[in-house]
């Protein structure tokens, strides 16, 4: 398990990561998502040890990961733009891997680089850049580590390929002790891999919960009410996020679980009413409106 326990970390007057405080349990995907600079890239670089904490700490199993190579053997990061040795092929960056991580499986990596027809001898910089990123993230999976923290994994990736290396973490997932860990703009990609989710927005982490849970502790409300005073009551009575209108018709991001929601909207006798679990891309624009990141600040 990995405890992140007040962790703050600043840059001049850039307070990358605010007093982070959670946990990302085992054998589980985990997705990190956030706003552009709320701190993903500066939380797994100190997850991983290669960035030490202001203050507070990262503890997987348990130790304190900074300084600790026992426990940093068990954690590959993968960074956003991954960096490969000048004029080195497939080949030398793999025993280079090799090397590092002492599980590292030679067999294994061949056969997926094969099957991703990568030729081991052409010089990794002259790839494109999914190319690259496909090579860094068979190199990760090969690793034989633990913990694989993955920065912007899917990005510049085709959708087949995409689709590919998501097979590759469930299969991990089930074979040995895997637990990675994501960072993606690209929601619509982790909502059908991730089991748990965190949300950061300027350096704080808004929820960490299990993806299942957080869907069902909000949802989209559609509905017509014709007495205005029974609207009204309507939107006292419940926990809403955020409001449209559209003529008649009213739309409500509500916090509460569904079938709530739905017996306290009836109530009101509305004409027309419907109930609409949110995608992960819409649940991250009402939490982030809360904490105020709002599309409108950019139109006005």
Do not use: W
Not at 187 to 215: A, F, M, P, Y
């Amino acid at each position: 398990m990995i405890e992140l326990k007040d962790i703050d970390k600043t840059f001049g007057g850039i307070h990358a990561v605010d007093h982070v405080t959670g946990t990302i349990r085992e054998g589980m995907v985990f997705g990190l998502i956030g706003s552009n600079g709320a701190g993903k890239s500066t939380l797994l670089r100190m997850i991983s040890g290669v960035m030490k904490p202001d203050s507070g700490a990262v503890f997987i199993e348990g130790e304190n990961v900074y300084e600790n190579p026992g426990i940093k053997s068990q954690v590959c990061f993968l960074s956003d733009s991954p960096y490969y040795f000048p004029n080195a092929d497939i080949a030398r960056m793999r025993d280079y891997y090799a090397m590092i991580y002492p599980s590292f499986d030679r067999k294994q990596f061949d056969s997926l680089a094969k099957k991703f027809k990568l030729d081991m001898t052409r010089k990794v910089n002259s790839f494109s850049k999914g190319m690259k990123k496909q090579v860094s993230i068979l190199l990760g999976l090969c690793s034989g580590t633990k913990y694989l923290l993955c920065d912007e994994t899917f990005d510049g990736l085709d959708p087949v390929v995409r689709q590919a290396v998501k097979s590759l973490f469930a299969a991990e997932i089930l074979n040995r002790d895997f637990t990675p860990v994501i960072s993606s703009h690209n929601l619509r990609e982790l909502e059908d891999i991730c089991d748990s989710i965190g949300l950061l927005h300027n350096g704080k982490l808004l929820l960490t919960q299990d993806l299942d849970q957080v869907r069902s502790n909000i949802c989209k409300l559609q509905c017509v009410i014709p007495d205005s005073h029974r609207e009204q009551e309507l939107i006292r009575s419940l926990h809403i996020l955020k409001m449209e209108r559209t003529g008649s018709l009213l739309t409500l991001t509500v916090r509460g679980e569904r079938t709530e929601v739905m017996r306290t909207a009836q109530e009101q006798k509305p004409l027309f009413i419907e109930v609409l679990p949110l995608t992960l891309e819409e649940i991250f624009i009402s939490e982030t409106e809360v904490a105020g990141y709002d599309i409108k600040d950019f139109l006005h």
